[in-house]
């Protein structure tokens, strides 16, 4: 990995042009960049740039991409870390979300005070990692619900920890974003609907904890998605996309995306929209559609 960032630094291009991509729509031009800040993930485009990192965020910017996420970044190397915001800083590119902490995937979660400590602690690392990839979201789950505790004890819990974290993110400007996910993918989690975010939002009553609204768990979770964004809007940081049923790109569901993402465009949403799904088709001819898919449903 440390040689292929290397390497491939110095050959950025050439094989990753995005004229490998176009279709017979004409839709995916080299330096057309998106209106909205679709973030795609490293994985996406593989096809075309091949498994180097480096290569990978060069494809995407070529593509007209202005912004990508990684679940995974906290899991990195401090070189790779600093060779992909280096990259990134190279194309004008925003870094979305990483996974802030794992803690919670471990029953039952922040619902728990014993978990407090160790949570917090990592929510101190992502912290530094955020100031060296030049990110400000980091995505926070709850975790699993206790069963033996009554759920208001449990929100109590886990509002008190938030507020502790958002004081260890708040110096830094940063935020730790909220998702609720759904309960067929995901079931027994503590947070799962839009409307209970927005309730441990104002509980926690920082600028350093928000919502992440993942329209394709929400999809599933309840549906309503104009009307829960409309509602909890003051409270939402960041998205991202999937359609369903599947969790792929946009075009491939029953979501209306472009209806959607006119929506969000109208209310003055800037920021990032991230890609966290999985590619419809296969190969090469597949990416080529996944991006052309977002080119029909980005604004004007």
Not at 9 to 21: K, L, Q
Not at 82 to 94: C, D, N
Request: hydrophobic fraction near 40%.
């Amino acid at each position: 990995m440390k040689s292929g960032l290397v390497a491939s630094a110095a050959v950025a291009g050439g094989s990753t042009s995005i004229a490998a991509a176009q279709t017979t729509q004409g839709e995916a031009k080299k330096g057309a960049k998106f209106n909205l800040k679709f973030a795609p993930h490293f994985g996406m485009f593989k096809n075309h740039a091949g498994d180097d990192l480096i290569d990978q965020i060069t494809f995407m910017a070529e593509a007209g991409f202005m912004a990508m996420e990684d679940n995974g970044m906290k899991g990195r190397t401090v070189e790779t870390q600093e060779a992909i915001a280096s990259e990134m800083g190279k194309h004008g590119m925003e870094m979305g979300v990483f996974v802030a902490h794992t803690i919670s995937w471990r029953e039952p979660g922040l619902v728990n005070p014993d978990n407090h400590d160790a949570f917090l602690a990592e929510i101190e690392e992502s912290a530094e990692v955020a100031k060296r990839v030049n990110a400000t979201w980091m995505t926070v789950v709850p975790g699993f619900v206790d069963l033996r505790l009554d759920m208001g004890y449990q929100t109590a819990n886990v509002v008190e920890v938030l507020k502790k974290a958002s004081g260890i993110l708040e110096p830094h400007n940063l935020v730790m974003v909220l998702e609720p996910l759904n309960f067929y993918n995901h079931p027994g989690l503590f947070l799962t609907k839009i409307a209970q975010g927005y309730e441990v939002c104002k509980a926690v009553n920082s600028p350093a904890c928000k919502i992440l609204d993942d329209l394709y768990h929400q999809q599933i979770q309840e549906g309503n998605l104009i009307p829960n964004i409309d509602k909890a809007y003051d409270e939402i940081a960041y998205f991202q996309i999937g359609d369903n049923p599947g969790r792929k790109e946009p075009t491939t569901g029953e979501i209306n995306y472009k209806n959607v993402f006119k929506h969000i465009h109208e209310k003055g949403f800037t920021g990032i929209l991230g890609m966290e799904h999985g590619n419809y088709y296969p190969g090469k001819e597949g990416e080529a559609k996944l991006i052309n898919a977002y080119r029909s449903v980005d604004v004007s």
